[in-house]
């Protein structure tokens, strides 16, 4: 079986859904200069409708422009967008799908809005406008939320926290945003940023659950590469993509790059 759709990982066929990783997470942090925030954003078609999951920060906005006008589509033609959590790495670019059908867990629209301001990644005056935006769907767990796709409540990185569950005819996608970040997490059951780890902890025991309930399904974290279930173990699809362009020289035309792959790439299998 063809995992992957082709060889580069971002392309899926699961049953009647078109899946493109349009943008690919990272499983890092900044040493000196604040968060990386980069993170997963997925497009999803069926039939007349086009779904996001996650919609990332304003350090991917012409991103996101120019990557849906290369698919010949503008923000007006997304008729869905699947937020996991309410952090702004994640949801902070809703407003540029205004008219879409914007999906986030009733339980996480409850704690994000009673957040200290200044305080978290939550982004304040986004998620008090989502509170009040005429498209916004609050679902609870086990709601059908797009056509074959299904919201889990997944706490532990955020109090509501979702993981969506895409059915397909012979194989699943489990899209598990920040409730499981990276392979690490998957691996270790251990979680980077969490209230509380055991409640994470279980949480991770659920997604692998999802995960491992049909064989060949795909497995996309919120900040890192798509894995699928080999012999057991998880093995990446596609290759990481990640590079700083720096001006250290005397002029603009001398541009140092600097990779932010291990000498060999995506890093272990």
Wanted: hydrophobic content about 40%; overall charge negative; proline content about 6%.
């Amino acid at each position: 079986m063809n995992m992957s759709g082709n060889s580069d990982g971002k392309q899926f066929r699961i049953g009647d859904h078109a899946v493109d990783i349009i943008v690919h997470g990272f499983p890092g942090k900044s040493v000196c200069h604040g968060s990386l925030g980069f993170s997963t954003i997925v497009l999803i078609r069926h039939g007349e409708r086009i779904a996001l999951v996650d919609v990332g920060s304003f350090g991917q906005r012409n991103l996101l422009l120019s990557e849906l006008a290369a698919r010949d589509l503008t923000p007006g033609d997304v008729t869905d967008v699947l937020l996991t959590h309410s952090h702004y790495d994640h949801a902070i670019n809703w407003t540029m799908f205004k008219d879409a059908n914007i999906v986030i867990s009733r339980t996480e629209m409850d704690w994000s809005v009673k957040e200290p301001w200044g305080l978290t990644p939550v982004p304040e005056l986004y998620v008090r406008e989502l509170e009040r935006w005429p498209t916004l769907r609050a679902v609870s767990d086990g709601e059908d939320v797009f056509p074959g796709i299904t919201a889990h409540l997944a706490p532990g990185h955020t109090p509501g926290c979702l993981v969506f569950v895409l059915r397909g005819q012979d194989r699943d996608m489990v899209f598990t945003g920040d409730a499981c970040k990276n392979r690490a997490e998957l691996l270790s059951r251990a979680t980077d940023m969490t209230y509380d780890p055991a409640v994470s902890n279980a949480t991770i025991e659920a997604i692998w659950s999802h995960w491992r309930e049909r064989d060949g399904s795909v497995l996309v974290p919120g900040h890192d590469l798509p894995m699928v279930l080999e012999n057991g173990a998880p093995r990446y699809l596609g290759r990481r993509e990640a590079a700083i362009r720096a001006w250290y020289g005397e002029d603009l035309n001398e541009i140092t790059v600097i990779s932010l792959l291990p000498e060999h790439g995506q890093g272990p299998e």
